[in-house]
């Protein structure tokens, strides 16, 4: 059985405002990257992503599925896009996240805070998942990266693969 979680829309905007907000970064590239960082830091520790959004493989790296063709283009869902960055239209409600959460966001943010596109692209392109991905994506410019991919250890990706269904992110 494959894993597979339910996004939590709100969860996932609120994620987008904490970059926002809490590390002041706007940059629509260096968020994306750090959300996947943030998601399978906490899906290998904790056994849980943080939003439950499907990651892409993309030309220049690994991007949330959701964020990029749903909400940079709806209106009212907390944050805009300009050009390439993202300007929040309200404050973050952190009441959303677990210690954990955060915890995982921290993560994210360290892995490639205080890089340009080329050094985030670059690091980037060396997750394994993205590696194979962006391989398999045949004629399209886009392929779903699945959950296990993202997981280190095989008896938790096991555990995964019947539990994920249930849980609530």
């Known amino acids: 059985m494959a894993i597979e ?5 709100r969860k996932a905007v609120e994620a987008v405002l904490w970059f926002i907000e809490e590390k002041k970064v706007s940059d629509m590239y260096a968020i994306f990257k750090m959300l996947f960082a943030a998601e399978k830091y906490h899906l290998n520790k904790y056994g ?8 892409m493989a993309m030309e220049h790296g690994t991007v949330p599925k959701w964020l990029y063709f749903d909400a940079c283009n709806m209106l009212n869902v907390g944050f805009a896009k300009v050009g390439t960055d993202f300007v929040a239209e309200k404050p973050c409600v952190k009441d959303f996240f677990s210690e954990t959460d955060i915890e995982g966001l921290d993560h994210g943010y360290e892995e490639y805070k205080g890089m340009g596109f080329h050094a985030i692209r670059d690091k980037n ?3 394994p998942a993205w590696e194979k991905y962006w391989k398999l994506r045949g004629a399209f410019n886009y392929k779903e990266i699945p959950f296990e991919e993202f997981i280190e250890e095989n008896w938790l990706r096991e555990e995964l693969s019947w539990k994920s269904h249930f ?3």
Do not use: Q, S
């Open 167 to 169: 849980m609530v992110i």
């Open 125 to 127: 392109h060396k997750e």
């Open 48 to 55: 849980r992503p943080i939003t439950g959004g499907i990651y």
């Open 5 to 9: 979680f339910k996004l939590n829309e």
